[in-house]
């Protein structure tokens, strides 16, 4: 039995780092922050899920889910919330990873497509990420192993909280990508749309799950790390972690033109390590990047009845288009559509799932064909 209990506190979310432009929200576990939209302000609240069980067979007694909102829900003739939206977002980073002017800036405002004036936008922070529960807290190596299914079960009893019975529209970056399709089949009647961004709805195999266990491996091999319990971060591991990280979350194009020279490249990757050592920690992003271990929506994709669109990049290392995954498999998914941006002078590698303006055409499409009927 999770019984839950709930805070809320009004607040803007700011954070002063602001990710270098030619790798602004190109990192699929390193986006974590970016510049703030100035308008609207988030409120911000949590969730308390007790007794949570996790489906390693583990438990904690407090599971907490800090999550934003912006905008007021809304509710129809029967009482019931209409106008509810889910923002999911990637490894490494929180709520505040989508609270920028290339995302939040595009969707968020007046007139535009998500308007907050509109919509009740509910955006939380996974667990092991941002201010939700995680090993730094305190239990390190012994907090309990997580995967995305425990994820999207959490965020389900943060909608039951909120009084949320069915979402307009679930959108997803990278590993909320990837939950975003599972969302479609554990709940397939909770959503009018979904729009998954930056992922494959296939279990992590090939280079990616090379480069994924590179990076676990790093960490559990350092001397530094002493099984979770070390006493300052390991910056052998971490620096390893983080180089992949920027290799994976890379733009080839906007690299080349940001970084033309020897001395360029080199004086931006001393800066970018920096940035990065003061931040990062080995457990949460050991966890963070091990809870994707049996991710697989593969098998139960037929099961999605909502109006589907995914959008990937070609300049994407981690979901590369070359292997052709994403267009067999969005042909299972009854009235599905699949969009490939081509690689360009503005696209992102990786991260041009936070960078709205590339894509904001499909889910006008979107939200247009899945509009429910007048109640």
């Not at 092991?128 to 009893?157: C, E, I, N, W």
């Not at 099984?227 to 890379?250: C, D, F, H, N, V």
């Not at 593969?298 to 070359?322: R, W, Y």
Request: charged residues 20%.
């Amino acid at each position: 039995m999770v019984s839950i209990s709930k805070r809320n506190d009004e607040g803007t979310v700011m954070d002063s780092r602001v990710l270098a432009a030619c790798l602004a929200a190109a990192l699929c576990c390193a986006a974590r922050a970016a510049a703030p939209a100035a308008e609207p302000i988030p409120v911000e609240g949590e969730i308390i899920a007790r007794n949570f069980h996790f489906a390693s067979g583990e438990m904690l007694p407090e599971l907490r889910l800090h999550y934003l909102t912006l905008g007021q829900p809304k509710r129809d003739s029967h009482g019931k919330i209409n106008n509810a939206v889910l923002l999911l977002h990637g490894t490494g980073g929180s709520a505040r990873s989508l609270l920028n002017e290339h995302f939040a800036g595009v969707l968020f405002g007046h007139g535009q497509l998500l308007d907050s004036g509109r919509y009740y936008l509910i955006f939380p922070d996974a667990i092991g990420h941002g201010k939700s529960s995680k090993p730094s807290d305190g239990l390190r190596a012994r907090f309990p192993q997580y995967t995305y299914g425990d994820m999207v079960a959490v965020q389900h009893s943060l909608l039951q909280e909120l009084d949320i019975e069915h979402l307009r529209l679930i959108i997803g970056t990278s590993m909320g990508c990837m939950h975003t399709f599972m969302w479609g089949e554990a709940y397939p009647d909770f959503m009018d749309a979904l729009m998954p961004l930056a992922c494959l709805p296939v279990q992590i195999a090939g280079r990616d799950r090379l480069w994924r266990n590179l990076l676990m491996e790093a960490i559990r091999t350092d001397p530094q790390w002493l099984q979770g319990e070390y006493k300052s971060e390991p910056l052998g591991a971490l620096r390893t972690a983080a180089g992949l990280l920027l290799i994976a979350g890379s733009a080839p194009i906007q690299m080349q033109l940001a970084l033309p020279t020897r001395d360029a490249a080199d004086q931006f990757l001393e800066k970018f390590m920096q940035r990065e050592l003061e931040d990062l920690d080995a457990n949460d992003l050991l966890y963070q990047v091990n809870a994707a271990r049996d991710y697989d929506p593969s098998p139960g994709l037929e099961g999605i009845k909502a109006p589907l669109t995914q959008v990937n990049s070609a300049d994407d290392f981690v979901n590369p288009p070359e292997l052709g995954i994403a267009e067999r498999e969005i042909k299972r998914i009854k009235g599905a559509r699949f969009v490939l941006l081509p690689a360009s002078d503005q696209t992102h590698g990786h991260g041009s799932h936070a960078w709205a303006a590339l894509w904001q055409q499909y889910l006008a499409q979107l939200l247009q064909a899945s509009q429910p009927a007048a109640n």
